[in-house]
């Protein structure tokens, strides 16, 4: 059975840093897209960042460029996001979710069929 567990969140200051975990289980990598997703209060899901564990190609979201930065960890099935320059606008739960497949857009939130259950971060101004 695949799990996703997020772990890492909190509260940070504005312009401080966070870096969430993702430890992903019931599979091994080698050809999955993983993401962080984010879903702050009465807005949609937005894919801010993926990995695609085949061949360690990124994607990121313009909200996030330059800021945020996902690796991952084989040997460990981990997946993680540093999150630096955190603005009022990151807060937001935050979702480890994965898919399998080829997708020309790996940034859209609808391809993703497994998901955690999300951490809280908190950006205070």
């Known amino acids: 059975e695949v799990q996703l567990q997020e772990s890492g969140g909190g509260t940070v200051e504005r312009e401080g840093s966070l870096r969430l975990s993702c430890r992903a289980s019931?599979?091994?990598?080698?050809?999955?897209?993983i993401a962080w997703s984010r879903r702050a209060p009465g807005k949609d899901h937005e894919v801010v960042s993926v990995?695609?564990?085949?061949?360690?190609?990124?994607y990121y979201a313009d909200s996030v460029k330059g800021r945020f930065t996902i690796s991952q960890d084989n040997a460990n099935n981990m997946v993680y996001l540093q999150m630096n320059s955190l603005e009022p606008e990151d807060t937001a739960m935050y979702y480890c979710?994965?898919?399998?497949?080829?997708?020309?857009?790996?940034?859209?939130?609808?391809?993703?069929?497994?998901w955690g259950q999300g951490i809280q971060v908190t950006v205070s101004s």
């Open positions: 990995i695609y564990t085949g061949d360690g190609t990124t």
């Open positions: 019931g599979f091994a990598f080698g050809s999955e897209y």
């Open positions: 979710a994965l898919t399998w497949g080829e997708w020309s857009n790996p940034l859209v939130p609808t391809n993703y069929g497994s």
